[in-house]
């Protein structure tokens, strides 16, 4: 009988062995060791024994059902392994791939958009764009501007300084000056950038965005520089927008004027069509949109030596901001939104 066991112990090696599947291994796990298999019959039959031949016949079946079962564990272990490998193997993601569904592909932050309209509208009428440093001499933020040792933004509670006479640029004006000592008359150039201020509320924050204007030749008069605008604000605005100027103080511009659009939300009437006022204009029927005015001639004098003689040219000067005219025409009640980074804010204008 122990010869018996111990074939029947190696028949089920070999089929162990050679079993390619967990249900394979099942199956033959049920017949080498299940209630009705050859093996566990003999086991119980020990007691019907001799009794001299039931300790060895009882040891050798025990160890064969034990091998037995360390080997079927053994193999259903590699056989697991192996079927997860054909698994991960088969179910590899390619993460270069689009997803499914496609993601969008992103847009312009609302900021960009507009300052790219805002230099389109000015490419249409002549100018070109040029870019400068944030990081300014005092000299060409203030002093070449005509700006008064007192004027209250060279304070520090107004303006970020890196030292007595290097700042974060307060606005894109100093271009007006660089731009004329490296070339000459006529020119006509809008400088767009980031500028800071010591600000931040629902109006305004430490850095921002502007557009600077300048436009200079021997006749150019305010209705130029009124017609510029007004060219400037029906694109931005709408055809139907008209603009005024109301007299203002720059330190860099004589005349000075503050320019407004005719309201886009009422029409210019200043009351809505159920007859309550206009909340966008607060029943005024226009909108402030910028500052302007004509190149004060201390500006000029101060870059006579490069063909700027305020006796032989002149020019008008305009600064916007680009979170301004986004606001007013996207309906932008807080400008801290523009930078709070809010998916739901940003998908809006895609």
């Given at each position: 009988m122990i010869d018996r066991i111990e074939q029947i112990r190696a028949e089920a090696e070999r089929a162990i062995g050679a079993a390619t599947t967990l249900a394979a291994l099942e199956e033959l796990r049920v017949r080498h060791l299940g209630r009705k298999a050859e093996l566990p019959n003999l086991l119980r039959g020990v007691a019907e024994l001799p009794p001299e031949q039931r300790g060895a016949v009882g040891r050798a079946a025990n160890e064969a059902r034990?091998?037995?079962?360390?080997?079927?564990?053994?193999?259903?272990?590699?056989?697991?392994?192996?079927?997860?490998?054909?698994?991960?193997?088969?179910?590899?993601?390619?993460?270069?791939?689009?997803?499914?569904?496609?993601?969008?592909?992103?847009?312009?932050?609302?900021?960009?958009?507009?300052?790219?309209?805002?230099?389109?509208?000015?490419?249409?009428?002549?100018?070109?764009?040029?870019?400068?440093?944030?990081v300014e001499l005092a000299t060409y933020n203030f002093d070449a501007l005509n700006h008064d040792p007192a004027h209250p933004a060279r304070a520090r509670t107004d303006t970020f300084y890196v030292s007595d006479d290097v700042l974060l640029r307060t606005h894109t004006s100093p271009m007006?000056?660089?731009?004329?000592?490296?070339?000459?008359?006529?020119?006509?150039?809008?400088?767009?950038?980031?500028?800071?201020?010591?600000?931040?509320?629902?109006?305004?924050?430490?850095?921002?965005?502007?557009?600077?204007?300048?436009?200079?030749?021997?006749?150019?008069?305010?209705?130029?520089?009124?017609?510029?605008?007004?060219?400037?604000?029906?694109?931005?605005?709408?055809?139907?927008?008209?603009?005024?100027?109301?007299?203002?103080?720059?330190?860099?511009?004589?005349?000075?004027?503050?320019?407004?659009?005719?309201?886009?939300?009422?029409?210019?009437?200043?009351?809505?069509?159920?007859?309550s006022r206009c909340r966008l204009c607060k029943g005024t029927g226009w909108i402030e949109i910028l500052g302007a005015g004509m190149v004060d001639p201390n500006v000029f004098a101060y870059v006579r030596e490069h063909g700027y003689d305020p006796e032989q040219?002149?020019?008008?000067?305009?600064?916007?901001?680009?979170?301004?005219?986004?606001?007013?025409?996207?309906?932008?009640?807080?400008?801290?939104?523009?930078?709070?980074?809010?998916?739901?804010?940003?998908?809006?204008?895609g």
């Open positions: 034990q091998a037995l079962e360390a080997r079927i564990a053994a193999r259903g272990a590699e056989l697991e392994a192996a079927e997860l490998r054909e698994r991960l193997e088969r179910d590899r993601a390619d993460v270069t791939l689009p997803g499914s569904p496609a993601a969008p592909i992103g847009h312009l932050h609302l900021l960009t958009a507009t300052r790219r309209e805002i230099e389109d509208v000015f490419c249409g009428l002549g100018f070109e764009v040029h870019e400068g440093p944030e007006q000056v660089r731009m004329m000592q490296q070339h000459p008359p006529p020119i006509a150039h809008i400088y767009p950038g980031r500028v800071y201020r010591r600000d931040s509320d629902a109006t305004h924050t430490p850095q921002f965005h502007q557009v600077e204007g300048l436009a200079v030749d021997v006749d150019i008069t305010l209705a130029d520089l009124k017609g510029t605008l007004l060219a400037f604000a029906r694109s931005i605005f709408g055809d139907e927008r008209n603009v005024r100027l109301r007299p203002h103080f720059f330190p860099f511009t004589e005349p000075s004027v503050e320019v407004d659009v005719s309201c886009f939300a009422c029409r210019g009437t200043g009351a809505m069509a159920d007859g040219v002149q020019g008008f000067a305009f600064g916007m901001g680009i979170e301004r005219i986004a606001m007013l025409r996207h309906g932008i009640p807080d400008l801290r939104l523009f930078y709070d980074n809010d998916a739901r804010f940003l998908r809006q204008f």
